[in-house]
């Protein structure tokens, strides 16, 4: 594995971590609030696909290793856009697994972009605005005790003021790769209500997939690592 720092647009610099394997496609892996390409759970996912494909995780801006300060999707666009921007230079396909808000900016981004083959979206929000996040519950707060991660924790930086947002549901209909949208049934912070409106609304090549039971985002990875793995290497392979 590689480490390699990228430059925003607005000059922010982004960590990676680049697994190459000689493989022609790419996943690009974009983790959520609080979570970052080198926590536990992010490094678990990527080892999922890297028998199959290089793998790109990165530090959204006010995380990990990355500089700046998070803006909640606001700006993260230029993030993940100067990541595209590397893999295009080495890959002949380019594939986004977003969790939660790093599933926002996947879903706004392939709505914009051209250079996209296919969107795997894990707990996206429809709209930041609407989002439950229930930490109080059991299912949020105990799931975030067992991921906890000091370093991790620390290095979270955000813009305290609020940004215009772009809101996923009004742009998912613009997305014209195949996108599988999962869900969790149980979810405490995003409830699988907006993953569905994101599913209905889409008019691209699209699959809908809820875990019984499952929790939030990279949770529904680790509580069900064989039939998550195996929904989304037969999403991208097939």
């Not at 990676?16 to 000689?22: A, E, F, L, M, R």
């Not at 995780?57 to 230029?78: I, P, Q, V």
């Not at 939660?100 to 707990?123: H, Q, T």
Request: glycine share 4%.
């Amino acid at each position: 594995m590689d480490n390699y720092n990228l430059t925003t647009k607005d000059k922010i610099n982004i960590a990676i971590n680049h697994y190459k394997n000689k493989h022609k496609e790419v996943v690009i892996i974009a983790p959520g609030w609080c979570m970052t390409k080198d926590s536990n759970a992010f490094c678990q996912i990527s080892q999922m696909f890297i028998n199959h494909f290089d793998v790109i995780a990165l530090d959204f801006r006010g995380h990990g290793k990355s500089k700046g300060l998070y803006t909640f999707t606001a700006k993260e666009l230029m993030d993940l856009d100067c990541v595209v921007r590397f893999a295009r230079k080495n890959y002949k396909k380019i594939y986004l697994i977003g969790f939660s808000l790093g599933a926002a900016i996947c879903l706004i981004y392939a709505s914009k972009s051209r250079f996209i083959d296919k969107v795997i979206a894990v707990s996206a929000p429809a709209d930041f605005d609407k989002i439950e996040n229930q930490m109080w519950k059991k299912e949020a707060w105990g799931e975030t005790m067992k991921k906890f991660e000091l370093d991790r924790f620390i290095s979270i930086r955000f813009y305290p003021l609020l940004l215009h947002k772009t809101k996923p549901i009004s742009v998912v209909d613009k997305i014209k790769v195949p996108t599988l949208f999962i869900a969790g049934e149980k979810d405490p912070t995003v409830h699988p209500w907006h993953t569905k409106e994101l599913y209905q609304k889409a008019v691209c090549k699209k699959e809908y997939k809820e875990f019984k039971n499952g929790c939030h985002a990279e949770d529904l990875f680790l509580h069900y690592k064989d039939d998550f793995t195996k929904l989304c290497l037969d999403w991208l392979m097939n």
